[in-house]
């Protein structure tokens, strides 16, 4: 819970991010159309993995950060103990991901994903259900509130 | 040669920008009821073209006669409406509603519904006592003989053929399973340009009727072919999903196109691609 965690973890956790963005600099230059990106996974205070995305077309850097300890599973729900109230929450990934981060923070803004063949409204391939409705999610999102939304995949106990 | 879109392809209220550039803009089919259309995954990418099964979402007549046919007027691009239904009383009831427009083009071949109980020719036939708009019968390739279904909606009435609608196909994932929630859908893109091009020509040959062209067409130099196979006009369909500028692009090459084939204009191609075969039986 997020008010257990002590002034030393929180302390932790900026200092993890702070190598994640130092990872994500070894980038530059390579990722277009990409952003750069680092990851740090730690588990109980050990640092399990780390890596940053090299160049386009290779590995993310998440995928990175679990190799050769690929065997690791990180449990989703860790990484939303970290949401402290107060803060916005915003996610993208996987959607079996995003329904865990919209059971578990419902004001959480969700990037969604549909295979899309135009992006601007022409094609009427991209619907989701949103507010009940199948509507074209390159017009009324990708980004939506996580309550608007109900895709076709359920949630991850 | 005029430049319009293929059914289905654009949302002139959504892209006025892309539906400005057309000759004029054809309306996704407008069906009796409201329908929400299929569920998702709707698409999927295949070699050289890809599926989709929309499955007919629309507002419903009277919805888009009510709210989307003033708001489209409101373009300043002249209007075809795309009608669809279920039998010859629901298509010939929407025509009998429209006025204002340039044309009307009969949906008689969506591959992602079933198919109307009534025959292209009865559906014609309705219809063209119910309006005195043009008429463009919208034919399949997946027909036996496409050409025969060109000449009976000819003789029923039809002053025009739109050709040709996708082709009912189905794309599989790594597990096996169909990608498109329903499983087939309607295969367009390059892949369906050589069908496209033969249905043009035999039903070029069997009616003498204006044709809208389409199927795969990418650049000015597809849409001559189309003309050079009979085609008096040419819609844009899956390139506009990747090019919303290939309306005006298309038009642009097509006097390129012209040019590098030796004839003056479109018009001048058409019929052109007929084959020496062809010829002998026409002297014979």
């Keep these: ?157 | 040669m005029r430049i319009l879109n293929a059914s289905g392809c654009l949302d002139a209220l959504v892209a006025p920008e892309v539906a400005r550039q057309l000759d004029a803009f054809v309306t996704k089919t407008v069906t009796p009821l409201p329908r929400e259309g299929s569920a998702p995954p709707r698409i999927a990418e295949t070699a050289h073209g890809m599926l989709n099964a929309i499955g007919l979402a629309n507002p419903g007549r009277e919805r888009f006669l009510a709210d989307h046919l003033p708001r489209l007027r409101e373009l300043g691009v002249p209007l075809w409406v795309s009608v669809g239904g279920f039998c010859a009383a629901d298509y010939a009831e929407t025509c009998s509603l429209l006025s204002g427009v340039e044309a009307i083009e009969l949906n008689l071949s969506c591959p992602n519904v079933d198919e109307a109980a009534d025959s292209a020719a009865e559906i014609v036939s309705a219809c063209h006592q119910a309006t005195e708009l043009p008429l463009y019968a919208k034919l399949s390739a997946a027909h036996p003989d496409v050409a025969e279904v060109a000449r009976a909606v000819a003789a029923a009435g039809a002053d025009g053929l739109s050709l040709i609608n996708t082709l009912r196909g189905t794309a599989l994932d790594k597990q096996l399973r169909p990608v498109l929630a329903r499983g087939s859908g309607g295969l367009s893109g390059p892949a369906l340009k050589p069908v496209a091009l033969h249905a043009v020509t035999v039903c070029h040959e069997a009616t003498g009727l204006p044709i809208v062209g389409m199927g795969g067409i990418e650049t000015g130099r597809d849409a001559l072919e189309f003309a050079a196979c009979g085609a008096r006009d040419a819609a844009l369909g899956t390139v506009l999903f990747a090019d919303a500028g290939a309306p005006a692009r298309v038009r642009a090459e097509l006097a390129t196109a012209c040019a590098d084939a030796g004839v003056a204009t479109p018009d001048d191609a058409r019929g052109l691609a007929k084959s020496p075969e062809t010829e002998r039986k026409v002297r014979a």
Excluded: K
Excluded at chain 1, 62 to 86: Q, R, Y
Excluded at chain 1, 151 to 156: D, F, L, Q, R, T
């Design chain 1, 1 to 157: 819970m997020p008010d257990e965690r002590s002034a030393q973890q929180r302390e932790n956790d900026r200092a993890y991010m702070r190598r994640a963005l130092d990872l994500a600099r070894r980038g530059w230059g390579q990722t277009a159309p990409n952003p750069m990106v680092g990851a740090v996974v730690v588990r109980d205070g050990q640092v399990l993995g780390e890596g940053f995305h090299a160049r386009y077309g290779g590995a993310h850097a998440e995928v990175a950060a679990l190799l050769p300890g690929a065997e690791v599973v990180v449990d989703p729900v860790l990484v939303t103990e970290l949401i402290e109230p107060g803060f916005d929450v915003f996610a993208c990934g996987p959607e079996p991901m995003l329904h865990a981060v919209a059971a578990l923070c419902p004001s959480a803004q969700l990037a969604w994903e549909a295979p899309m063949a135009c992006g601007y409204g022409a094609c009427y391939g991209c619907v989701v259900e949103i507010d009940g409705a199948l509507e074209r999610l390159c017009l009324e999102g990708p980004v939506l509130d996580a309550a608007r939304v109900r895709a076709g995949v359920e949630a991850v106990a």
